[in-house]
């Protein structure tokens, strides 16, 4: 990769904004200055500006704890979107959650850029378990708990995959829910089939990765490759 291209996806910045920290000396390769912005980087190159080294980043992935009335989204004209929250920590990254949270639900969304991961962990033939703790307006029942392991058939008539339920509370109203698919509204809807509303459902997980507690409702962070390699394990 030329060095002013590197430096505009691993800075953050623009061609002009390198050629700029290029010209006054700023950059070094391997810890020599460097000028030159058509120098072509070989893969196990050190490059710093400022002394600062640059890690370069093909996708990027974040672990979001979504806030009540933050939409899952890229752009809305009217709500604070998922990515709104991210401000400009990549401004020349086209980041969009992978998967959606309803405006009203909270918990893990993850943000990337990375097309085809999204599809894979969305596919329902990669069988990506998402994990949801669900506050119901009446207790669970052991007709719930069969009819979500048999695969629940919504009011129009569509038929869904098999998805785990199981009580968290005494009072059987706080429940963990384990799904392998993505529909709209799903969860609401599978426990509308018992006449059971929800008032709160938080996400979990995503695979075999938790949503990191030490994330505050509308905090991120990046995740880790190993981090990354749990969501499909």
Not at 94 to 117: I, Q, Y
Not at 122 to 144: A, C, F, G, N
Request: neutral net charge; charged residues 25%.
């Amino acid at each position: 990769m030329r060095l002013d291209k590197y430096l505009a996806e691993t800075a953050q910045c623009t061609r002009s904004e390198a050629k700029t920290m290029l010209a006054k000396g700023r950059v070094q390769v391997n810890g020599a200055v460097c000028k030159k912005g058509d120098t072509q980087l070989k893969d196990n190159d050190t490059v710093t500006v400022d002394g600062a080294p640059l890690r370069y980043q093909k996708f990027v992935y974040l672990m979001l704890n979504k806030p009540e009335g933050v939409v899952s989204a890229s752009t809305d004209k009217r709500d604070t979107t998922v990515v709104d929250l991210v401000g400009d920590a990549y401004p020349r990254r086209e980041l969009f959650p992978a998967g959606r949270l309803d405006k009203t639900s909270t918990g893990f969304v993850l943000l990337t850029d990375d097309g085809g991961f999204a599809h894979d962990i969305l596919s329902p033939r990669h069988h990506v378990s998402k994990t949801y703790t669900v506050t119901i307006d009446t207790p669970l029942t052991q007709e719930m708990c069969t009819g979500f392991a048999a695969g629940v058939t919504l009011a129009d008539g569509t038929a869904l995959s098999p998805a785990e339920v199981t009580a968290l509370s005494p009072d059987g109203c706080t429940v963990r829910v384990v799904l392998r698919q993505g529909v709209y509204h799903q969860i609401k809807r599978m426990f509308g089939v018992y006449g059971a509303g929800v008032n709160a459902l938080h996400r979990e997980a995503i695979g075999g990765l938790a949503l990191d507690a030490q994330l505050a409702p509308g905090q991120w962070r990046e995740l880790s490759d190993e981090e990354v390699a749990k969501i499909t394990r």
